[in-house]
Structure formats: C-alpha cells, structure tokens
C-alpha cells in the first residue's frame, strides 16, 4: 500500500511541477518540432519526388518519436538527481522508508507519464505536417514502447549514478543524446550485431508496427525475445551501477551537499 501510495504522491508532485512550469514543457514542445521540420525540409530537399521518400519519411517520424521517448527518459533522471542535490532534498529522498530505488523508478514512471502527453501532441503535430497517417495501435505499441525504453532506463540510472559522484555531467549527458541518433539509425538489416545495442531492436519493431501495420503478435517471436532480453541485460546493468555509484556517492558524504 505504501507502494502506491508513494507513486499516487509523485505523480501528483509531477503534474503541480508541470502546470507550475508549463512554459518549460511547450518551450521543449515547439523545439522539438522546429527541429523535426528542419529534417523533415532537409530529407525532402534531398529525397525530391523519390519513390523511397515515403518509406524514409515514416521511419525518420518513428525515429525521430522513439528518440525523444529517449532522451527525456534518461536526461530527466540524472538531471533530477543534481537538481535535487542541488535543492538540498537528495538525503531525504535516500532516508525515505521504501528505498531510494523505488523512489528513483516512481519518479522515473511518473515523468514518463508527463512527458508522454506533450510526445504524443508532437506525433500528431508531425504526422499532420508530412501527411503520413501512421498505424498507431496502442495495444501493440505500448509494450513495445515500454520495453524499449526499459533499455534506456538503465543508462539513465548509471547517469543518475554519475551525477550523485561527479555533480556536474550536463556535457557528457548532451553528448549521449546525439549517439542515440546512431543507436535508432543502425542499419540492423545489413549488421545484425547492431541489434543488442540499446534502441535499436525496439526502433525497427516500432517501425514495422507504425509503418507496415502489423500487431505485435505478426512480429517474429525471436525479434521479440530478443527485445526482451536486450532491455533486461541494460537495465540490470544500469541498476547494479547505479547501486555501486549510490554507495559510493553515500560513502564519500556526496548525498547532503551539492
């Protein structure tokens, strides 16, 4: 009961901060789009009346969605842990009787659930400007969202590790952002190897759902195994760092002061 009792407290804590800055979130509404229209501009300029345009166009749209999924998933984790440090709240957090784990994957859960309101605002507001209608079936799209991202919840768990040791990380995370663009633009069907990197194997399923319009029960059983299992092994990793930084950040006195 304490469980959800906790989420229940943080998501309500997530909307007040969001009507609160509301500012804030349609500014990274409009970015994102502007940003979006100037590739979009860019890929037409150079695709011309190409036969392949509209293939190419819905994979840059499912691309261009699975990576702002991304980026907002793991930058708010660790930027949430310097801001916290930073607000003189991190010690309480960790003193919290649930654990700071559960803490961190509320927080995680919560403002997945905010930022996913304005994400699928900027799908629509994409779809409308190229003019291609997508196939969005929420029930085979979801758990393949889920289990992308889960993925990427373990490298913004080492982030958030990092920042609780180092602080300032703000470069190294902005750096990362751009690499996922080569994480969800691998060419998995020419270098199969490129599947057990992080988005990669959930971007193509994604696209194969959105763009050709099958469910997830028409998605080979071993492509989703394999998702499975790709989520699992990063976010494992990012848990037991995040553990290790979180002891080693305790140990050096980091969690009382910025």
């Given amino acids: 009961m304490r469980y959800l009792v906790l989420f229940k407290t943080i998501v309500k804590w997530e909307f007040i901060m969001m009507r609160r800055y509301l500012f804030n979130m349609l500014s990274f509404l409009i970015s994102m789009y502007i940003f979006f229209l100037l590739i979009f501009l860019g890929v037409r300029a150079l695709g011309g009346g190409a036969s392949g345009f509209g293939g190419t166009l819905d994979a840059i749209i499912v691309g261009f969605l699975v990576w702002t999924f991304a980026i907002s998933t793991y930058s708010d984790f660790a930027q949430g842990m310097v801001q916290e440090a930073q607000e003189g709240t991190l010690e309480q957090l960790y003193m919290s009787s649930v654990g700071f784990i559960w803490v961190s994957l509320f927080r995680s859960m919560s403002s997945f659930l905010i930022t996913s309101i304005f994400i699928i605002t900027l799908l629509i507001l994409m779809m409308a400007t190229t003019g291609r209608w997508l196939y969005l079936d929420v029930i085979s799209l979801l758990p393949l969202l889920l289990l992308t991202l889960a993925g990427v919840y373990g490298i913004g768990f080492i982030m958030g590790g990092l920042a609780l040791v180092f602080k300032r990380i703000e470069s190294f ?26 988005l990669s194997q959930g971007n193509e399923l994604i696209r194969r759902v959105m763009a050709e319009g099958l469910s997830i029960g028409q998605l080979p059983t071993g492509d989703l195994l394999l998702l499975v299992i790709n989520s699992a092994f990063y976010l494992g990793i990012g848990l037991i760092t995040f ?3 979180l002891k080693t950040a305790k140990n050096r006195g980091l969690l009382g002061h910025y």
């Fill in 173 to 198: 995370i902005g750096i990362f952002q751009f690499a996922m663009v080569g994480l969800i633009a691998a060419p998995i069907d020419r270098f199969p190897v490129l599947r057990y990197l992080p």
């Fill in 243 to 245: 553990k290790l930084l």
